[in-house]
C-alpha cells in the first residue's frame, strides 16, 4: 500500500528534512507517525501526496510508483488519498454539506451521486443534523469531522491526518481518534501524524517515530516513548 | 467534463464575480469605458469614412482626346479605362454636354450672351470622359496610365484634392487604431488585475482542490467564466449606451443643426451597430478570456 525505500528530502535552502527513510504500511493498517515539531513528519505526508518530491530513494503509493507519475496524472492519484489537516481548511463560506459536496464536486461526480453519498458521510461523522451550517458556527470537533467526511467521500483507499487533532481540546481530540478508528476498521488505511503522547500510549496502534529526519523506531507498541 | 460539473464551474464563476464585488465592478466599468470609447470612435471613424468617402465620390479624373479623333476611337478609350481596377465609372461628356454645362454655370441668367455663340460651339474640342475612382490614393497611377494610351491629348486631375483625402484617411485609421491598442490594453490590464486578486483570495479553496484531486481545468474554469463575464457585461452596457446615445445625437443634430445636417449625412444607427454589436462583444469577450487566460498561466500553477 505504502512504500518508502531510501528516501531522503533536502530543501532547496539545504535543509535536510528527512534521510534514509524506510517504511512498509500495509493495506487496512493503522499507523501513527511521531516525532517532535520539524523532525520530518509533515514532509513524509507531502511527500505520500506527491506534493513534494524526493531527493532520493523510490515511494510507491497504492503500487505506483510515484516518481513515474506525471503532473497530468496527479489529480487521479490523489483521488487515492484522503487529507486531513490540523487547521481542518473548510471553505469558510460554505456550508457542512457543501464543504463535503466540494470534494465531490472537485472529481466530477455524477449530481444524484453527490446528493446521495453527502448525507451518508456526514451520518457517518455524526453531523447529519447540521449540514446546513457553517463552519464558523461549529466547535472545532465539529469542523474536524467535517473536514473528515470531506477527506473521506470519495472513498480514497488511504487516509492522511496530518496533527487531526493538534487544534481540539482533549474530548473533541478523543471523539476525533475514534472516528479514525472506526473508519480503520472499516477498511481504510490511517496514516496519523502527531506529537499527542496519549493517543499512542492507550489506542494500542504501529507507532513509527521520527527524529531528526530518521526514523529511530517501528514498533506496536502498549507504550510509546517521547521522541525527543 | 460533465455537463453538471461545468455548470457548477460557471456558477463558481458568477460566485467569484460576487465575493469579488468591488474589484469585478471596477474591471466591468473599465471595460464598459474602453468599449464605449471605442464605440465612440468607431462612430466618428464610420462617420468621416462616410463623408471621405462621399467627398471621393465626387473627385474625378477628366480625360480629353485628340483633335478629330474618331467616335469608335472615343468608345476603344473610354473601354480601356473603365477596365481598370481602381475605376469605378466613367461618364462621357459629349461636345454638346460641355457647352450646356459651361451656359449653365457661366451664364446663367445671361442667356442672350450665350445665344451670340450660335452655331458656334466654343468647347467643341472639350468632349470628356469624366472617370470617378474607387480609391482615390490610385489617381496619379490611373492617370500616368490614361496618359499613356494612344488618341488621349490632356488629362485633368485635382492632385490635391486627393491628396487631402488620402491622407485624412490614413489619420483617421491611425488615430483610431492606436486608440483601439490603448483602450484594449488597459481593460487587459485590469481583467487580470481581478483574476489576481481572485486568485489570491481563493488560495486556500485552489490549494483544497489540488489536494483533493481536482483537474487544471477544474480548478481553471471558474476564473475564465469570471474574465469571461466581465468582458461580456463590460462590453454590453456600453453598447446600450452607445445606442441610445447615437441615435439621440443624429435626431438632436438633424433637428436642430439644419445646415450640418445637410451638409453631411450620418451613417444610420443600425449601419453603425450591425458593425459594432459584433465587434465590441468579441473584443469585450476576447479581452476578458485572454486577460484570464494569460493571468492564469502567471499566477496559478496547478
Request: proline fraction near 3%; charge should be neutral.
Amino acid at each position: 500500500m505504502i512504500k518508502l525505500e531510501h528516501v531522503s528530502k533536502t530543501y532547496e535552502a539545504g535543509v535536510q528534512a528527512i534521510t534514509d527513510v524506510n517504511l512498509h504500511i500495509r493495506p487496512g493498517e493503522f499507523v501513527f507517525i511521531i516525532g517532535a515539531t520539524g523532525s520530518g513528519k509533515s514532509t513524509i505526508i507531502k511527500l505520500l501526496q506527491k506534493e513534494l518530491t524526493p531527493t532520493h530513494g523510490k515511494i510507491i503509493v497504492n503500487g505506483r510508483d510515484i516518481a513515474k507519475i506525471t503532473r497530468k496524472q496527479i489529480p487521479k492519484f490523489r483521488r487515492n488519498i484522503g487529507v486531513v489537516f490540523q487547521n481542518f481548511r473548510l471553505l469558510p463560506d460554505r456550508n457542512v454539506y457543501e464543504n463535503v459536496a466540494f470534494a465531490m464536486r472537485v472529481v466530477e461526480a455524477p449530481k444524484r451521486e453527490i446528493k446521495k453519498k453527502v448525507p451518508q458521510m456526514l451520518s457517518l461523522v455524526g453531523l447529519a443534523h447540521k449540514y446546513r451550517s457553517l463552519p464558523k458556527q461549529l466547535s472545532g470537533g465539529e469542523q474536524q469531522r467535517v473536514a473528515i467526511a470531506r477527506a473521506l467521500v470519495n472513498e480514497p483507499k488511504i487516509l492522511l491526518a496530518d496533527e487531526p487533532t493538534g487544534n481540539l481540546d482533549n474530548q473533541h481530540a478523543w471523539e476525533i481518534m475514534r472516528l479514525l478508528e472506526e473508519i480503520n476498521e472499516r477498511g481504510t488505511t490511517v496514516v496519523v501524524v502527531t506529537h499527542n503522547m496519549d493517543f499512542v500510549r492507550q489506542m494500542n496502534k504501529r507507532v513509527i517515530t521520527i527524529k531528526k529526519g530518521v526514523v529511530v523506531s517501528d514498533e506496536q507498541v502498549e507504550e510509546a516513548s517521547d521522541a525527543d | 467534463m460533465r455537463i453538471s460539473t461545468f455548470l457548477y464551474n460557471v456558477r463558481q464563476g458568477f460566485a467569484n464575480i460576487w465575493r469579488n464585488k468591488m474589484f469585478s465592478l471596477a474591471s466591468v466599468a473599465t471595460m464598459t469605458a474602453c468599449i464605449f470609447l471605442f464605440g465612440v470612435f468607431y462612430s466618428l471613424g464610420v462617420n468621416f469614412g462616410s463623408m471621405v468617402k462621399s467627398a471621393e465620390e465626387n473627385v474625378a479624373v477628366t480625360v480629353f482626346f485628340e483633335e478629330g479623333i474618331s467616335e469608335s476611337e472615343t468608345e476603344t478609350i473610354g473601354r480601356e479605362i473603365q477596365s481598370r481596377d481602381e475605376v469605378d465609372h466613367v461618364v462621357y461628356v459629349s461636345a454638346d454636354d460641355a457647352w450646356d454645362y459651361m451656359i449653365d454655370d457661366f451664364f446663367g441668367g445671361n442667356e442672350e450672351l450665350a445665344a451670340s455663340f450660335a452655331d458656334d460651339n466654343p468647347m467643341k474640342n472639350s468632349a470628356n470622359y469624366e472617370v470617378y475612382l474607387k480609391d482615390v490614393s490610385r489617381q496619379e497611377a490611373l492617370v500616368e496610365y490614361i496618359k499613356g494610351i494612344p488618341g488621349v491629348r490632356k488629362v485633368n486631375q485635382s492632385e490635391m484634392a486627393a491628396n487631402i483625402l488620402t491622407d485624412f484617411n490614413r489619420l483617421i485609421i491611425y488615430i483610431f487604431a492606436g486608440i483601439i491598442i490603448i483602450l484594449v490594453a488597459v481593460a487587459a490590464f485590469l481583467i487580470s488585475n481581478t483574476i489576481t486578486v481572485g486568485i489570491s483570495v481563493r488560495k486556500e479553496e485552489i490549494a483544497i482542490m489540488k489536494l483533493i484531486g481536482a483537474k487544471d481545468t477544474f480548478v481553471r474554469q471558474p476564473f475564465i467564466v469570471e474574465g469571461i463575464a466581465i468582458g461580456l457585461i463590460g462590453s454590453l452596457v456600453p453598447l446600450l449606451l452607445l445606442y441610445l446615445v447615437y441615435g439621440g445625437i443624429v435626431r438632436y443634430v438633424s433637428e436642430h443643426f439644419n445646415l450640418l445636417s445637410s451638409m453631411m449625412e450620418f451613417v444610420p444607427v443600425n449601419d453603425v451597430f450591425r458593425v459594432l454589436v459584433p465587434v465590441s462583444l468579441i473584443l469585450g469577450v476576447g479581452i476578458g478570456f485572454v486577460g484570464s487566460r494569460v493571468t492564469l498561466k502567471r499566477h496559478l500553477k496547478v
